[in-house]
């Protein structure tokens, strides 16, 4: 019988299969293995709105968004159709000197076939245009008036430029066109102009001049549901101060003082106190480094204690002689002596510093070192600083400061303190507030707020379009005056809360074109939505993205630079969203050399500028100010946050007067040996990039001994980073 190997499954040839671009339904059954699909909800869903949306459900939904979006458009113009309707406002506003904004205006009259026998030379002009169904509504203003304009185009629909020929726009009309770019062209700033009644007309029905439609009361403020009008807190000043003692406190006191909870103090902890002889005008600290020849004999004796009476008989008399001779020294130089008390610390310290120091170190004369601290400023180049280099030499030498010679530095800096990290190091934002944080207000979510406030804002109040009456109260006489027919007169509402005081902050960069120093605190021009008024900001640095770090510090920037965004921080009512602002300086001559013309009221703004709180019916202020000022800055608001901390820093510095490797003796960073001992536990650095610490405290002038990660050498120089916290000013 003969025999044959069969193979086995493992080792047969298996060929690769032929793949079909369609699957039969036998291939997809074999390779389901009995498996069979279940259609989620979710993908069920997508199935469902895939098949919904045909062809012809996309034309419906089409059509559906075209009508919404041309009611949408009727609603917002109907407000503006026939003659009788609101009229759209539009801005005339001359650039250069030859030109006229009214004669602008009576040629586009002209040109729609309107009448211009009734047009101003100045102030506004309603205009009917029965070609367009429509009316206008012209506000004419003068040549050379910023702030005019700048109102005016805040509630204009259209602005029109005027333009010469011949003549070419001046540094005025840029200035306008800047600051118009800045605060927002009409398209830009949303605001609400309530325009004022109809005047009468003739009745269709009656034939006689009366209203169509009789007045109706659509609003009137009451005492308990309008919102309270105070802007600022009056803090109380004497919460914190200590009151007269009660009963039960004058009791226990009586008690505390019959029996004392004090324990007596342990044999040998107050400190001795020592008489020494010392030339006069030498302090407590210099004496202790006197060596009191005393001490020595007495040292002596007891050591000598043990020793035969001979030689102690022979030291006596040789003792007795230098005591003769020591009584006649100290009669001929009484009256340069005097007593002096030394407590055992002083003399301890003293001798442990003699221990620990391992070289001899000699102060220089006051002279000479006064000499060379002269020459080594004179050679960095930061003596005699004017206003005007101020800031060249803060980029030369930024956030430096020169440690004075007659005021400890202890307390010229006491407000200051070290940070080992700018953006880690702790910092309590309610520590040690001025007076002025007591007059703000604080939200406690700022967004949230504003979310609630633009809700509220859209189901309350008379629907945009509604003519409507405005009766004011309470207004003074002086504003009634200040008012001309030929100056715009713009009423803006306020949402809840915008008039309450608190601290805002704009994210500015400053104008290319302004070429002066522009240093924080200085007094300039706030331009924000509705409002203008002076302003004293603080300027700091922005973080990219926002980001505020886990301890919220910023650095203090004490010039607004060129090509830089930064943080301007000033007093102001609240605002919300991102609103554009404008910082501008008053000038006391225009660009032509012409003297402003002011007219200035009591208890008003100095600016041209009336503004009407329709919440509430609180009068405003109006002025005339025109001095063409310059732009300074502009910018957007970022957030009211009261808890930003501005880090002010300085940089004390001083010279390595003498290096060995890592370490270092350092002259005229300080100038005295408390002074040492007080800043002893900050950080040093360099500007090489090593850090260090002070070691000790090297004779009487403020030199000191500082030890280096990395070896220094002489021509670096060694900082210490100091900081305190910069408010603004109202």
Not at 118 to 129: F, I
Not at 379 to 394: F, H, Q
Not at 715 to 724: F, P, R, S, W
């Amino acid at each position: 019988m003969s025999h044959s190997h069969k193979p086995s499954t493992g080792l047969k040839q298996q060929n690769k299969k032929f793949k079909t671009r369609h699957a039969s339904k036998g291939d997809t059954k074999k390779q389901a293995k009995g498996r069979t699909s279940r259609v989620t909800p979710k993908g069920a869903a997508k199935a469902a709105m895939k098949a919904s949306q045909t062809r012809q459900d996309r034309q419906n939904k089409a059509k559906q968004l075209q009508l919404k979006k041309r009611n949408d458009l009727l609603i917002a113009t109907r407000a503006f159709c026939g003659t009788e309707g609101v009229p759209r406002i539009v801005a005339v506003i001359p650039l250069c000197s030859d030109v006229s904004a009214a004669a602008a205006a009576k040629a586009l009259a002209t040109s729609v076939g309107a009448g211009d026998d009734t047009c101003p030379s100045l102030g506004t002009w309603k205009l009917p245009v029965e070609r367009f169904k429509t009316s206008l509504q012209f506000v004419l203003l003068p040549y050379r008036q910023l702030y005019m304009a700048l109102d005016a185009c805040k509630a204009a629909d259209y602005v029109v430029f005027v333009l010469s020929p011949t003549t070419e726009v001046d540094s005025w009309g840029e200035l306008l066109m800047r600051s118009l770019q800045a605060q927002g062209l009409p398209e830009v700033v949303s605001v609400m102009h309530i325009i004022s009644a109809p005047q009468a007309r003739t009745s269709k029905f009656t034939g006689l001049s009366a209203m169509d439609v009789e007045p109706t009361i659509l609003s009137e403020a009451t005492p308990d549901d309008a919102e309270s009008l105070t802007s600022k807190l009056d803090p109380d000043t004497m919460a914190n101060e200590q009151t007269w003692p009660t009963e039960d406190e004058m009791a226990t006191g009586s008690m505390s003082n019959s029996r004392s909870m004090l324990p007596d103090a342990a044999k040998g902890t107050t400190p001795k106190r020592v008489i020494k002889r010392v030339p006069r005008g030498t302090s407590a600290y210099q004496a202790a480094w006197i060596v009191d020849e005393d001490d020595g004999e007495d040292e002596d004796w007891e050591s000598d204690e043990g020793g035969d009476g001979d030689e102690k008989m022979d030291e006596g008399s040789v003792e007795g002689s230098e005591k003769t001779e020591r009584v006649v020294e100290e009669v001929e130089e009484e009256e340069d002596l005097v007593d002096l008390d030394v407590t055992n610390e002083d003399m301890e310290s003293s001798n442990g510093r003699m221990a620990s120091k391992s070289t001899t170190f000699e102060d220089l004369d006051m002279a000479d070192e006064k000499e060379q601290h002269d020459a080594w400023l004179a050679s960095r180049g930061k003596k005699d600083i004017e206003r005007e280099r101020e800031e060249a030499d803060e980029a030369d030498f930024p956030d430096e400061v020169d440690t004075p010679h007659d005021t400890p530095a202890r307390e010229r800096f006491a407000r200051y303190r070290g940070l080992r990290s700018f953006r880690t190091s702790p910092w309590d934002p309610f520590e040690n507030l001025p007076l002025d944080y007591a007059r703000i207000y604080r939200f406690e979510d700022y967004e949230r707020t504003k979310r609630n406030v633009r809700r509220r804002a859209g189901e309350e109040g008379v629907q945009a379009g509604t003519r409507v009456t405005i009766y004011l109260k309470n207004v003074s006489k002086a504003c009634a005056k200040a008012y001309s027919p030929e100056t715009p007169f713009v009423i803006f509402g306020l949402w809840q809360y915008e008039h309450k005081s608190t601290v805002l902050h704009f994210a500015v960069q400053r104008n290319t074109e302004y070429h002066g120093s522009v240093r924080s605190k200085d007094p300039l021009v706030l331009c924000v939505g509705p409002r203008r008024f002076t302003v004293n900001p603080v300027y700091s640095q922005h973080s990219r993205g926002g980001s505020k770090g886990t301890n919220n510090v910023h650095k203090f920037e004490r010039y607004l630079k060129h090509g830089q965004t930064m943080v301007a921080t000033v007093y102001g009512p609240v605002a919300f969203g991102k609103v554009p602002c404008v910082l501008m300086r008053e000038n006391e001559m225009d660009g032509e050399g012409v003297p402003p013309f002011k007219i200035s009221f009591p208890r008003f703004n100095p600016m041209l500028q009336a503004t009407i709180i329709a919440r509430g019916l609180t009068p405003g202020y109006a002025c005339f100010h025109d001095p063409a000022p310059d732009l300074v800055a502009s910018g957007t608001f970022l957030n009211p946050d009261t808890k930003r901390i501005i880090a002010k820093r300085i940089i004390l510095t001083g010279h390595p007067y003498k290096v060995h490797r890592k370490t270092a003796t350092v002259r005229f960073m300080f100038f005295n040996p408390a002074d040492v001992m007080y800043f002893k536990p900050i950080e040093l650095r360099t500007k090489y990039g090593m850090t260090g610490h002070i070691s000790e405290s090297l004779g009487t002038h403020g030199y000191f001994k500082a030890h280096f990660d990395q070896q220094i050498g002489q021509q670096d120089t060694v900082c210490m980073n100091l900081y305190k916290r910069v408010y603004p000013r109202w």
